[in-house]
Structure formats: C-alpha cells, structure tokens
C-alpha cells in the first residue's frame, strides 16, 4: 500500500500453493515502518489480488475464491485479526509474532458457516464484501477511490476490479456493531484485459493496468492499461444501500418518482451464503427469499424498504428494477450485493 496514517506500508502474503504455507508469513499481513521493522499483523490470508486504503486510512484486501474463501471478497483488515484461512497458522510460533499476538484457542471447522465460527474463533473477520462469484467476477484484485469528487458522485467509494471478467465493480461500506459490511454493485466494463491493479489520479482519472496472462480474461488482450474518466453526467443509480433492523436503506443519485418507489413490485429480493470450509470455493447454499413487506418514501432521493426477514451472514440481494427516477429513468445497475455481517439495532425515535 501507499504508506497509512503511521507512515507503515501494507503487504499482503499468499500461501504456497492455496492450502499451506512454507516460507515464514506466507498467508499472512505484515506492516513495514518507516523505518524498516517487519511487523506481523494479521493471519489467515489465502490467494490475494489486491491490497490498500480506504479514505480513513484502514487496510482492505481482496481474496480469491478457494479454500476458506467460497467466494471472492473484499476484507477489512484489523490489526490481531484472522482473515479465515488457517493454513498460515505456524507461524504464531515465530518470537515475533509471539510478542504481539496469540494464536486463536479454537480452530475454525471445516463445513460451517462464517456466523457460527466468528461464535469459535477469536478475531475471524468477516468478507465486507462479498463479490458473488460467477455473478460480479470470479477473480477480485486491485482497487481505488475517488476522493475528492471529480470522478463522478461516488467520492470515497470503492472502485473494486476482477480478473476474469475485466471489470470494475462499486462497494459501499459501513460499519455496523463495530464491523464493515455492504453493498456491491456492477459498475464499469469493456476494459482490453483481466483487470489487476488500479490507482485514481488526483484529477478524476481512473486508471487500470491488465493482464491475462496466466489467466484467462474476458477483455481479450494480453495486456492492457486503460483509463476511465469522468463526462460530468450523474447516472440515476443506487448510491447507498445500508442496513437497518428490519431491512435496507437506498439512497440514490437522483429524485426517485414516489409511485415507483412505494409499490412493492418493484422490488424482489433473495438471500444466500457460501460453505465456510477447508475444501475448494463453494457452491450458493441455504437460500432463502425475504419478502418485501414495505416501502416508505423518505426523501425525495431516499427509500426505506422493509422485508419480513434478515439473516445474519447472509448475502441479501436486492432487486429494484421497477424503480424510476421521476424523469422516467431506470436504474443503471439496479441490483445490490449486500454482505450482512450484522444486522443494525433498532433505531429509536
């Protein structure tokens, strides 16, 4: 990463191999100081794409769909923490690690659920988001931010790649009971190769650096490096969607038509999750099918929708194609990938 508040950079190591690790912190995060001291700082990392800052300055990465991992995600990174893949776990072992960190009691088990083993195992952090695969990618890696606006109404949101299908895609990020969670969101696509990393110049301009090589990638190049810059039109999209008790909050970029917005037909949603297990990825398990009970309009670019049913762990995938914008537009990308860690305490009036 670029250097955090501290002045430490961030570095992200993959196992050897997907499942074990040979070489001291392979599967780990260490943080290097400015003055050159190795830090260990996390365990439990697997095959990751990508590595940096939020506008906070707080440490995300992405992982890869494989063992531990049943689907690509973006992960928040606190120091202390286990990120889900044990197979880096002799290292604790090291007198470094030793002097900062102890090794977790309890072991996560193989074949369970990220809610259940966060109940076992000591600091496992969950996925903030969830890039359901197949769907949004299959290859999550390099990511920005626009921080000062000039790229469009987005500031400070997570501009996330994947590989395989040579796209960007969007995440929205709150915390929640003290944990990161949100929404995920197509965005950007018909980048000339697998998207890898990505940096955002302080001007608006979104660039991103490709390859397929080794990979296969949906662009078609080799390589590629393209850059995305802002014509000044705000698309009527989704901006937020957060959590409450009893459902979701969306605020969008433009006015929404109040008929569309309160009429339960537009809108449709499911809910589903991923094995958590030592085995590789994971196929879509325990669905279920919430159902939109209600919907307030709020503001006139805010939507209270309330649904019958949230599950903890569970990605929610909201469905709003019904909605216009009160000039009669659709939605760009009308479907949200929300990862809900933790579902918010009621709110009191």
């Known amino acids: 990463t670029r250097p955090d508040p501290d002045g430490n950079m961030w ?30 700082t996390a365990s439990g990392i697997r095959s990751p794409g990508g590595i940096g800052l939020n506008h906070l300055g707080e440490a995300f990465y992405a992982d890869n769909q494989g063992p531990w991992n049943g689907s690509s ?20 072992d090291l007198d470094a690690v030793k002097k900062i960190m102890k090794r977790p009691a309890n072991e996560p088990k193989s074949e369970s659920r990220y809610p259940t083993e966060r109940e076992r195992v000591k600091n496992l952090t969950p996925p903030a988001l969830v890039f359901p695969h197949g769907v949004l990618g299959n290859s999550t890696s390099g990511f920005a931010y626009d921080g000062n606006g000039k790229f469009g109404p987005f500031k400070n949101q997570l501009l996330v790649c994947d590989q395989t299908f040579s796209v960007v895609n969007r995440g929205f990020l709150e915390k929640v009971n003290g944990v990161y969670q949100g929404a995920a969101f197509s965005f950007l696509k018909g980048f000339g190769s697998g998207n890898i990393s990505a940096y955002m110049h302080p001007s608006g ?12 990638a949906r662009g078609g190049k080799r390589f590629a490096l393209d850059r995305v810059t802002w014509k000044g039109k705000v698309p009527f999209e989704i901006h937020e969607m957060r959590a409450k008790s009893d459902g979701f909050e969306l605020t969008f970029t433009h006015e929404v038509d109040a008929k569309t917005a309160v009429d339960l037909a537009s809108y449709n949603m499911s809910a589903y999750t991923y094995i958590y297990q030592s085995k590789y990825g994971s196929p879509v398990v325990d669905k279920i099918t919430p159902k939109v009970v209600g919907a307030e309009l709020t503001s006139p670019k805010t939507v209270r929708v309330t649904v019958d049913k949230l599950t903890k762990g569970h990605v929610h995938e909201l469905q709003a194609k019904g909605i216009r914008a009160v000039d009669g537009r659709p939605i760009l ?13 009621a709110e009191v009036n």
């Open 11 to 40: 570095i992200v190591l993959c196992l050897t191999g997907s499942f074990s690790s040979q070489i001291d912190y392979r599967g780990w995060c260490v943080r290097v100081t400015k003055e050159g001291e190795l830090i260990p």
């Open 73 to 92: 995600s973006l992960k928040h990174i606190p120091v202390g923490s286990f990120q889900g893949h044990p197979g880096g776990w002799r290292w604790f």
């Open 205 to 216: 301009t979104l660039f991103i650096g490709g390859t397929d090589r080794g990979w296969g």
């Open 333 to 345: 990308h009308p479907i949200g990938y929300y990862t809900l860690n933790e579902i918010p305490p």
